[in-house]
């Protein structure tokens, strides 16, 4: 699959040899904030849990994987858009639920890249007619990735506590309903 550059963005989807652009857009206390309570990723989690986690669920040709955002222009890879099944590591996988999430370096917050991208990948996705719903979780504080989950039409559905391998959290979940 491939996504079409947006206006201001292009798209690529990550592989093992992006570990140390991964590794760099984790070193931000800010930007792991509500994901782990700000601590950094080393290189050893990313080489020995990030990236075997992403490589069982990639399939490219339904688009499910982190597809590297680069900003046209300058060619600088800002951040990564998530597409995998909701609960995609549990006994209940949604196949036709996609997740969808994001994470942006801070250098580039507040100037809509997030909404952007998510945006074209989720359009990308949709004209397969694969999807019956996006799904996008955060801590209930994260106002921030709350607001572009409502800029992205999606709604509130539930508050639930979600469990991972980094352990277990609160987290709301926002839903859109694709249009067939």
């Known amino acids: 699959m491939v996504i079409d550059d947006s206006q201001r963005l ?3 989807l990550i592989n093992l040899n992006d570990a140390q652009f ?6 931000s206390s800010e930007v792991m904030r509500y994901i782990n309570g700000g601590i950094p990723s080393s290189k050893d989690e990313i080489n020995d849990i990030f990236l075997p986690r992403l ?3 990639t399939h490219s040709e339904r688009g499910w994987g982190l597809w590297k955002v680069v900003e046209k222009g300058i060619d600088k890879p800002i951040g990564w858009i998530l597409i995998r099944p909701m609960g995609f590591f549990s006994n209940e996988a949604q196949w036709t639920n996609l997740e969808i999430g994001w994470r ?3 250098d580039v917050w507040g100037n809509g890249y ?3 991208a998510a945006e074209q990948v989720m359009k990308a996705i949709s004209l397969q007619g694969l999807v019956e719903k996006f799904s996008a979780i955060a801590m209930p ?3 921030p ?3 572009i989950m409502k800029k992205l039409g999606m709604v509130y559905s539930d508050t639930y506590e979600h469990s991972d391998h980094r352990g277990s959290v609160t987290v ?4 859109l309903v694709v249009n067939k």
């Open 104 to 106: 942006f370096k801070q």
């Open 55 to 57: 490589a069982k669920f």
């Open 145 to 147: 990735s709350i607001n």
């Open 141 to 143: 504080a994260n106002t």
């Open 172 to 175: 709301v979940r926002y839903e």
């Open 22 to 27: 991964l590794f760099e857009l984790d070193q």
């Open 114 to 116: 997030a909404t952007e």
């Open 10 to 12: 292009k798209f690529s």
